[in-house]
């Protein structure tokens, strides 16, 4: 039901099965009178179906559900004829009566020509299957807004429904010639929407109908794109490309479907992939969408080089490209490089100060520019940027790593204290609050407070895994075998795939007891769920070790150092490297260590206990 607030802005409340038992605000009837005397501004609502990648999508699940999007204002005053058709339409919903309801409404509707209330009873009618009656609706809202696609639309699917395809097939094949407009062109929103109803429909019939009204206008790349969104639609991923390349003859400047191509043709072939890009570009050099797709996929192949490159041609001939500044700066930052990282993400900023729901990164940017403030000790700064977060998405984020702010800022208790205040929505949440308080307590070697907040946690939450796991680990570290033995044998009988569970208590079984046979079979399973982990490579290797078997120990830990540069693996080759007399190679290890990892533990004590011998 439709009616207007006390501000005057026309409110919707849908008319479908699932409300009608739900009973309207009453006064929402005495509001309206006011409103239709002073008709309100138009709110336009936009509701298609539009790719949210630019890959395309090939798993759909559900018929698309179309919507009409009332951007027109009442025209008329409200008078008792229409008052009688609103009043009947509230209280046959009241009383779970449709028919009468729909009946109402659409009296409304004709009388009123208030697109809103069309486009209600429209809706009301295809949830009802009474399409006969949504279609005389669609028509009419048709004739007062012809240029509206959601009408035509809503019409041939009503048409569908009526078995009456070649009438509805009509309707979607001149929708899509007509989409000739600037704004039609950028993102095909219209025919991916014409694609999307056209998948829907029986393909025995349907499709080889719509294929002829393709080939009958062999010069329209309307009609091609459209064949092709549908192919990819349908899982057929030769043809999605055939007419690809088809519309791209008859339009070869159209920067969507160049980039669908693009997208298709990196799951497929990545030489094909580079040739068609260096091809497309060379005639198109200002195409940014496509850059911007090409340097995610560049990406993607681990071609950073590459992607850089593309990024930098965008900002050459767009300097405020906020697209290409954020994935520079994230680049960047993932390379260390903090002063070119800080500089693009703050460009970013300026020129994107709030969210919005269109582009969700402006917080995520200020996260990263923390963490970059962070690195480099600038505490304050780091905060002012996390103070700055509002965004639900990344609240919580935001809050931790103020936190970590805290602990270096201030002290200890105060980062607690203020991830203890954190409002946390689900009991997710709280364990992860619960987590980052163990980290904090560990990194400043708390361990028996660590241990007293763990244990309270697995009082709340006693199955939860990481909480199992965290806990097991600060056993060991504890050297509180029992313990540990506990928490990871619990956790392996919740999750037995779960291949960090057998490595830790593999691990620690060789590092700090006899039953060396019961930790291989413990890594070697860990191995066998997660093959090539730097982490359980190099248990592999200490087991090997403890056993007396030092090639193997050598053999393991130098992989696991080739894929993992940790301190505690540069700690353990080395002792394997130091017995075996390779010491001055033992040497230049555990000082590549204490680069990667200074104040690691197991590494000083390592280093410590063979310069005594030496």
């Known amino acids: 039901m439709m009616f207007f607030s006390d501000h005057g802005a026309l409110a919707a409340v849908k008319f479908s099965p699932r409300h009608l038992a739900k009973p309207l605000v009453g006064v929402g009837v005495l509001l309206l009178i006011g409103a239709c005397q002073s008709p309100s501004p138009s709110t336009e609502i936009s509701a298609h179906n539009s790719i949210q990648a630019l890959a395309p999508e090939n798993e759909h699940e559900h018929e698309p559900v179309l919507t009409l999007s009332p951007e027109t204002k009442p025209q008329s005053r409200l008078t008792a004829e229409l008052l009688y058709d609103i009043l009947v339409a509230s209280i046959a919903a009241q009383r779970n009566r449709p028919a009468v309801a729909l009946e109402a409404l659409s009296s409304a509707a004709y009388h009123s020509e208030d697109r809103r209330l069309i486009s209600e009873a429209i809706q009301l009618a295809m949830d009802l299957e009474q399409y006969q009656q949504a279609i005389a609706l669609a028509e009419f809202f048709n004739r007062l807004q012809p240029d509206n696609h959601r009408a035509i639309l809503v019409l041939a699917k009503a048409q569908f429904k009526l078995g009456e395809a070649q009438k509805a097939l009509s309707a979607l094949i001149d929708l899509a010639k007509n989409q000739t407009t600037p704004e039609a062109f950028s993102d095909a929103s219209v025919l991916q929407d014409i694609a999307a109803l056209l998948s829907a429909q029986d393909q025995k019939t349907v499709l080889p109908e719509f294929m002829q009204q393709v080939e009958k206008n062999p010069d329209n790349a309307q009609l091609a794109l459209t064949a092709a969104l549908l192919a990819s639609r349908l899982g057929n991923a030769d043809e999605f490309i055939r007419l690809l390349d088809k519309t791209l003859e008859l339009k070869s400047d159209w920067e969507f479907p160049g980039t669908l191509k693009l997208s298709e043709l990196s799951t497929l072939n990545l030489d094909s992939m580079t040739r068609f890009a260096e091809h497309y570009l060379t005639a198109n050099p200002q195409h940014e969408k496509f850059k911007l797709q090409y340097a995610r996929l560049l990406i993607q192949q681990d071609d950073i080089d590459g992607a850089l490159g593309r990024l930098k041609e965008i900002l050459a001939l767009n300097p405020d490209s906020v697209d290409a500044l954020f994935r520079i700066g994230v680049i960047y930052l993932d390379q260390d490089l903090l002063e070119e990282s800080k500089k693009a993400l703050r460009r970013y900023l300026?020129?994107?100060p709030t969210n919005n729901q269109n582009w969700p990164k402006t917080d995520l940017s200020r996260i990263y520019l923390a963490d970059i403030e962070f690195k480099l000790k600038h505490y304050a700064a780091a905060a002012l940027y996390l103070h700055g977060v509002s965004s639900p998405r990344y609240y919580l984020d935001a809050q931790v790593k103020m936190a970590r702010v805290i602990a270096q800022r201030d002290d200890l208790d105060s980062a607690l204290n203020h991830l203890q205040q954190i409002v946390t929505a689900n009991d997710a949440q709280r364990t992860r609050i619960i987590l980052e308080q163990d980290a904090l307590l560990r990194e400043h070697n708390q361990l028996h407070r660590s241990r007293l907040l763990l244990d309270e946690g697995l009082e709340e939450f006693p199955d939860q895994p990481d909480l199992l796991y965290n806990r097991g680990l600060l056993a060991a570290q504890m050297e509180l075998l029992e313990l540990h033995e506990q928490d990871m044998r619990k956790l392996i009988t919740l999750q037995p795939d779960n291949a960090h569970a057998y490595n830790a208590l593999g691990y620690t079984l060789a590092d700090q007891t006899d039953r060396l046979s019961e930790a291989m079979a413990l890594i070697v399973k860990a191995n066998e769920?997660?093959?090539?982990?730097?982490?359980?490579?190099?248990?592999?290797?200490?087991?090997?070790?403890r056993l007396g078997d030092n090639?193997?120990?050598?053999?393991?830990?130098?992989?696991?150092?080739?894929?993992?540069q940790d301190a505690e693996i540069a700690a353990h080759l080395g002792e394997a490297l130091w017995v075996t007399g390779h010491q001055?190679?033992?040497i230049k290890i555990w000082r590549q260590g204490t680069e990667w990892g200074p104040e690691n533990v197991i590494l000083k004590n390592t280093m410590a206990r063979f310069s005594q011998q030496q």
């Open 350 to 352: 300026e020129l994107n």
């Open 529 to 545: 769920l997660l093959p090539d982990d730097g982490f359980i490579l190099d248990s592999m290797g200490w087991v090997h070790f």
């Open 551 to 564: 090639e193997q120990a050598i053999k393991f830990l130098r992989q696991a150092m080739a894929i993992r």
């Open 584 to 586: 001055d190679e033992a």
